[in-house]
């Protein structure tokens, strides 16, 4: 079975300093992973994917994420935080035998304060 | 161009009655799916829609739950004899379709703003 983990309820940064939201998944297969972001009371926005290539990913809004085959993780990073930023993550892997449904992880909540 | 959009935002209903959820996708995207989100947690998946049909429906909880596409555009979930347990954020996504001949090609999914359905 594919699954994803979010190790952390909750990530709280401080404006202008760097963010890692951390992922790790567990997949049988190559896997083909994406992060979304939530903001209240509206659906999930698309970031960015790995499918295959570079391990370092550039997606929306100056995010990145890191692959690693080795410690199978997928975190979520940007340089730089904005209040802005203060936002549900979801990170999920496809599921290519039936169709591409994509498995969530419970969410991480990062608040970035100024 | 204009994203994914669900209707109605929010759907209050007495438990017992029959809802329906419509979504209408992207134009051009032929895969659609239905997820359910429950407070505090991820997207879970319902059913998903290839076209015209159902080619995946294994997410779908039990026989209270069936969904339509029936001319590969809009979709409607629809839920009899409602419970409180089916109190969630009803979210449709649709993409295009995978393509694997010259180069695979893995689309991500574009979701709508959700149905907030409460069941009293």
């Known amino acids: 079975a594919q699954s994803v983990a979010q190790p952390e309820d909750q990530v709280n940064v401080a404006e202008g300093n760097p963010l890692t939201v951390k992922c790790t998944y567990s997949?049988?297969?190559?896997?083909?992973l994406f992060w979304y972001v939530q903001y209240p009371n509206r659906g999930l926005q698309f970031l960015l994917k790995?499918?295959?290539?570079?391990?370092l990913v550039k997606g929306s809004y100056g995010f990145e994420a890191e692959f690693n085959k080795s410690q199978t993780s997928f975190h979520l990073k940007k340089p730089s935080a904005l209040v802005s930023d203060s936002a549900l993550y979801f990170c999920?892997?496809?599921?290519?035998?039936?169709?591409?449904?994509?498995?969530f992880g419970q969410g991480t909540e990062l608040s970035v304060k100024p | 161009g204009a994203g994914v959009s669900q209707t109605p935002s929010n759907k209050v209903t007495e438990k017992g009655k029959y809802v329906e959820l419509r979504c209408d996708p992207i134009?051009?995207?032929?895969?659609l799916y239905w997820y359910r989100q429950s407070l505090g947690q991820g997207p879970e998946f319902l059913i998903y829609?290839?076209?015209?049909?159902?080619?995946?429906d294994s997410g779908l909880p039990n026989d209270r739950f069936f969904a339509v596409r029936p001319e590969g555009s809009v979709s409607t979930l629809k839920i009899q004899r409602t419970e409180r347990g089916d109190s969630a954020v009803y979210l449709c996504?649709?993409?295009?379709?995978?393509?694997?001949?010259?180069?695979?090609?893995?689309?991500?999914?574009?979701f709508g703003p959700g149905t907030r359905l409460t069941v009293t």
């Open positions: 996504a649709s993409s295009f379709k995978e393509r694997v001949y010259r180069g695979l090609r893995i689309y991500e999914q574009y």
């Open positions: 997949v049988s297969g190559n896997p083909y």
């Open positions: 999920a892997v496809r599921d290519m035998y039936q169709g591409g449904k994509l498995i």
């Open positions: 829609f290839q076209g015209t049909g159902a080619a995946d």
């Open positions: 790995y499918i295959t290539g570079d391990n």
């Open positions: 134009s051009g995207h032929t895969a």
